[in-house]
């Protein structure tokens, strides 16, 4: 399958001028939730990955919410293992709650899309002594450069997007007075 022109037919690759999560800029945005309305194909996006995932050997999937938890739900399905959710508090902070053990566990960290991979580093430290990871499973690495690994753990990615970022004070686009698209812009109330 080509994940790439899948993306695209679901309209999930967006261009423009956009402020991601990392407070970067960016000409292109992957709209995940384009994949996650259609979970058959979420499904079939990581079906082709099952092997891979599967030899890192660990014992639950662990994800943050909301994105990632689709894909821990999916990963943990497909693989008949237990989905863990990391969430986050009103200040950002991420914590794991509703009663999840991880203490002595191995995890399988998953996430949507990997830009910076902040979430991915704060899940790491909220882990850390608690639960030994043994792997990272992104749906789209869209970093300038792929790499079979994350901060020394094993990655695996579904599909890899290079897509270029801007510092906010060093962007093109904003000079060019090209208008920031923001989460919030298309809520409907």
Not at 27 to 38: S, V
Not at 50 to 78: E, H, M, R, T, Y
């Amino acid at each position: 399958m080509d994940r790439i022109k899948l993306l695209e037919e679901l309209g999930a690759i967006k261009r423009g001028h956009f402020l991601l999560t990392s407070g970067l800029h960016s000409d292109t945005y992957i709209e995940k939730f384009r994949l996650f309305e259609h979970p058959h194909m979420l499904f079939k996006f990581i079906e082709e990955d099952l092997n891979k995932i599967a030899g890192l050997g660990f014992d639950a999937v662990i994800g943050p919410q909301l994105g990632g938890a689709f894909v821990a739900c999916s990963v943990a399905s497909l693989l008949k293992k237990v989905a863990i959710y990391v969430e986050k508090d009103a200040v950002g902070d991420f914590y794991i709650g509703r009663g999840f053990k991880i203490e002595g566990k191995k995890l399988l960290l998953v996430d949507d899309v990997l830009t910076t991979g902040s979430s991915i580093k704060k899940i790491l430290k909220l882990l850390d002594k608690r639960a030994e990871v043994s792997g990272i499973y992104v749906l789209v690495d869209r970093r300038e450069k792929k790499t079979d690994n994350f901060m020394g753990i094993p990655l695996i990615s579904g599909t890899w997007f290079n897509a270029i970022v801007y510092e906010p004070d060093k962007c093109p686009l904003c000079k060019k007075k090209i208008p920031l698209t923001t989460k919030k812009t298309d809520i409907i109330k």
